[in-house]
Every structure is written in structure tokens, then in C-alpha cells.
């Protein structure tokens, strides 16, 4: 019995010894572990008669009690007393001034493809995706481009084998989904995207750059269905009031072929630096659908008509925003970027 009290004892005075909370850990393993000095006191119980036995457990579950209790008495005064220090160590000085955080901003060319999208799904067009590697059977072969076709030439491009490319166009996306369609009309789609070709950079050329393309099939499609569709897109991008014209040209893809001008926004047509004084500014090309084309993806001339054009991104967010410089969109200046920052 005497054992049991010098055990308490020394269990009592190592707990108020204990100056933080690692030096309690110890005590509580020394003391209340399975292998602690307490745990041993019970193993001796078998050397004892049976008639002291129960007194002596009694004795021993008391003492597990009183440490127990004093351990954890002392665990929450260190506890709160590391907080204490904690929270002296750590205090915050709330006069100095915050730090603002820098927030990204939508990039230019997002945007203008947002509007784009947004002003062609309101009419009814689905947003078409393609791969950006190729295969030269949708870039060039069924948009009307043979292989010994002298318009290849015009398009210098990044090859990766004799029948992969990188596509120089998104004209292989609308490929993809004449042939999709396996010659059933209504077809209203535009597709956007990322086209590379072989290019020396400077301020109006990049290797790559972001096209949006458009494409309507069906039943008496017309010139002047595209011509309309046009007009109310340049209405919607540069500013009401806006007039377009077409002049002859020539893409493989469409017969017959058109370049589109837009009455200069910044002038009015009357004349400025931006159009060279001219009052138009060419801002797409188009046409309708290559006869040939439809046959090739199925579609019976005879009866369907179509009307396809093409508008690189980066220049209709030079005119609209005043960007001299294309590389711009591409050198992730944060000076440049940020003044796009429609949430300032």
C-alpha cells in the first residue's frame, strides 16, 4: 500500500513539474502507459493473498484516477498558456496597409470571340469544335483543294507527315460537319479556333492566329441571305449604321467568292488613317458554297445552296479596340491586358 502511495506521489509532483505540453506527454506514457509504473502496480496483485487483493486494486484504480485527472488538468492550463503565447507571437499589426491582390483579366481575343458566338447562337447557329492537327483529307481535299491545286500555295503550312498538318484553316472543322450531316439540311454553324500557318510574325502577321467561320446548307440559301447576315454582324460588332460591299475574289471552297469591306467605324466612310482614306475597311472573306464541295460531302447541289465566310479574330479586335500590333495578343503583357479589364 505504501507503494502505491510514493508512486502517486511521484506522478503528482512530475505533473506540476511539467512545464509544457511535451514534458506532460512524458509523464502521462511514464506513469499511465501500458508499460507506466501504475500498470505495473496491478501485475503485483497476483503475489498477494486473496483477502487483501480487493482493497489493493481499489487503491491502485484510485491512484489511476487522481493522476489521470491531474494530467489532464495540467494538459488544458499548457494548452491554453501555448495559445497565450501563440497568439502574442502571431498578433497582427492592423494598421498597416492590406495588400491588393492582382486579378486576371478575359483576354481580348476571348472576347471577341464571346461576342461572335453569342450574336450567332441568338440566331439559331450551333458551335462547331474540331482537332487543331489535321488530317489533310479534311483541310485541303474536301474543301475543293487537290493536292496539285495551286491554292496550297497560298496557305504555306506546318506539316507533320505527308497527311497531318496543323490546320491552316477552320474550313476543315466545316468539313467535318458536311460530312457529319451525310446530306440532311438545315446546317447553321460557326467554328472558331486557333489556325497555324508558316509566317514570318510582325505587327499585322502571326504564325498563328484565331479564325471564326461560319457556314449555312440548305434550300434557297442566296447571296443576299449572306449578304444580310453580314451586315447585321458588323451592325453588331462595330456600331450601328455600319454598310458592308463585296468585291469579287476567289477561294476554292466557294464559287462565287466575295471580300467584304465595312464602312470604316472610326470615320464613317468619310475618309481617315485607319482605312487609308478610302471610308471601307476589308474585314472578312466569303461566298457561297462550291457546288463541288456539297457533292463531296454528299449533299445534291441541285437542290441545296450554301453560303460560308471567314473572320480572323485578331483583326476584328485591332479595329475595334485601336491595337496597332498583333504580337500584342500573344506577349501576355500584363500592362497591355489589363486594359481590357472589363470589371475595373
Not at 105 to 129: N, R, S
Amino acid at each position: 500500500m505504501d507503494k502505491i502511495t510514493d508512486v502517486q506521489s511521484e506522478a503528482l509532483a512530475a505533473v506540476e513539474a511539467a512545464v509544457n505540453l511535451d514534458e506532460l506527454q512524458q509523464v502521462r506514457i511514464k506513469y499511465l502507459g501500458k508499460k507506466g509504473a501504475i500498470q505495473a502496480l496491478m501485475s503485483e496483485m497476483k503475489s498477494l493473498p486473496r483477502e487483501e487483493k480487493p482493497a489493493f486494486g481499489q487503491k491502485v484504480n484510485v491512484c489511476k484516477q487522481t493522476v489521470t485527472e491531474a494530467v489532464e488538468a495540467a494538459a488544458a492550463k499548457l494548452e491554453a498558456k501555448a495559445l497565450e503565447e501563440q497568439l502574442i507571437n502571431d498578433r497582427l499589426d492592423i494598421t498597416l496597409p492590406g495588400v491588393r491582390r492582382e486579378t486576371g483579366t478575359i483576354h481580348p481575343l476571348h472576347m471577341i470571340q464571346q461576342e461572335i458566338e453569342d450574336l450567332f447562337v441568338g440566331m439559331g447557329y450551333k458551335i462547331a469544335e474540331g482537332p487543331e492537327v489535321e488530317e489533310d483529307y479534311y483541310n485541303f481535299e474536301l474543301a475543293n483543294i487537290p493536292k496539285d491545286h495551286p491554292a496550297r500555295e497560298m496557305q504555306d503550312t506546318f506539316y507533320i507527315d505527308p497527311n497531318t498538318l496543323l490546320r491552316t484553316h477552320t474550313t476543315a472543322m466545316q468539313m467535318r460537319e458536311l460530312e457529319k450531316a451525310k446530306g440532311k439540311t438545315p446546317i447553321k454553324l460557326i467554328c472558331p479556333g486557333k489556325v497555324y500557318r508558316r509566317d514570318d510574325d510582325d505587327a499585322t502577321h502571326s504564325h498563328q492566329f484565331t479564325q471564326c467561320e461560319g457556314l449555312v446548307v440548305g434550300e434557297h440559301i442566296t447571296l443576299a441571305d449572306l449578304k444580310g447576315t453580314l451586315e447585321f454582324m458588323a451592325n453588331r460588332m462595330f456600331g450601328e449604321g455600319r454598310q458592308i460591299r463585296f468585291r469579287p475574289s476567289y477561294f476554292p471552297f466557294t464559287e462565287p467568292s466575295v471580300e467584304v469591306d465595312v464602312s470604316c467605324p472610326f470615320c464613317n466612310g468619310k475618309g481617315c488613317n485607319v482605312c487609308k482614306g478610302s471610308g471601307w475597311i476589308e474585314i472578312l472573306g466569303a461566298g457561297m458554297v462550291h457546288p463541288h464541295v456539297l457533292e463531296m460531302n454528299g449533299f445534291d447541289s441541285e437542290k441545296c445552296t450554301g453560303f460560308a465566310f471567314g473572320v480572323g479574330l485578331e483583326r476584328v479586335a485591332m479595329l475595334k479596340y485601336g491595337i496597332d500590333d498583333i504580337r500584342n495578343f500573344y506577349t501576355n503583357d500584363q500592362r497591355f491586358l489589363k486594359t481590357f479589364d472589363r470589371f475595373d
